[in-house]
């Protein structure tokens, strides 16, 4: 059982066009939601991160949004850039401390186009 | 801001070798530390978790006697895949977790994962 699902498995965007990639949850306990990017071969970058008492965060080019009440979390980059391009994981904890591992989706891999 | 260091990042090695990776915290202590694996184009499946001074606790389905994990100090936490197979080829990812973190930090830092090959 997927408690974290992101049902899109690729995004082909334009430079300079908004990315919107989407992300949702099952378990309501969850309370912290991060987006992590990954290049090949490489370990997870930290972008951003929400708390579950807000609805919006931002930062820089990056913005992401969560509706608690329909479970679903989404990452907005504006304006996208070529660089921008990997594969971008939501994750979820259900606890903001203690040693409650993240669960993460599958991935949406992001293509942004010159 | 936090870095973990992990070694090595690429490994080549016969069947039925065992192999040993190491995940190092740089400038903080990390009392829990958590092992990832990935397949291609798949999502990051969590292996165990690892805590400092005491027995991983393992995922549903993760052999613990195939992936051996030890985590002696606050800083260093190892995963040994013991006789390795063509199955067990994968990309491993550790991730340290710092004591204490709140609002607007990142849980867990990742390190930069080892690819293993067997051949």
């Known amino acids: 059982d997927q408690q974290v699902k992101q049902n899109s498995p690729s995004l082909s965007v334009q430079e300079g066009r908004i990315s919107i990639l989407n992300c949702d949850y099952t378990?309501?306990?969850?309370?912290?939601f991060l987006w992590y990017k990954k290049y090949p071969a490489e370990g997870p970058t930290f972008l951003i991160s929400?708390?579950?008492?807000?609805d919006k965060n931002e930062d820089g080019r990056f913005t992401v949004f969560l509706n608690k009440s329909a479970k679903h979390l989404s990452l907005h980059i504006v304006p996208s850039q070529p660089g921008d391009s990997a594969v971008y994981f939501c994750?979820?904890?259900?606890?903001?401390?203690?040693?409650?591992?993240?669960?993460f989706g599958k991935g949406t891999r992001l293509s942004v186009i010159a | 801001g936090a870095v973990v260091s992990q070694h090595p990042s690429w490994v080549i090695c016969k069947s039925g070798t065992s192999v040993k990776i190491e995940c190092r915290s740089l400038?903080?202590?990390?009392?829990?530390m958590f092992w990832y694996r990935q397949f291609p184009k798949q999502s990051l499946m969590l292996m165990a978790t690892?805590?400092?001074?005491?027995?991983?606790t393992y995922e549903q389905g993760v052999e613990k006697d195939k992936f051996l994990i030890n985590h002696a100090s606050l800083t260093l936490s190892t995963l040994t895949v013991t006789s390795a197979h063509p199955e067990d080829s994968s990309f491993y990812i550790c991730s340290a977790r710092e004591s204490f973190w709140g609002p607007g930090d990142q849980p867990q830092h990742f390190g930069d994962g080892t690819r293993l090959s067997i051949l």
């Open positions: 378990n309501s306990m969850f309370d912290y």
């Open positions: 400038d903080f202590q990390a009392t829990t």
């Open positions: 929400i708390s579950s008492i807000k």
């Open positions: 690892s805590n400092e001074g005491s027995k991983a």
């Open positions: 994750a979820a904890s259900a606890s903001i401390s203690g040693n409650t591992p993240l669960v």
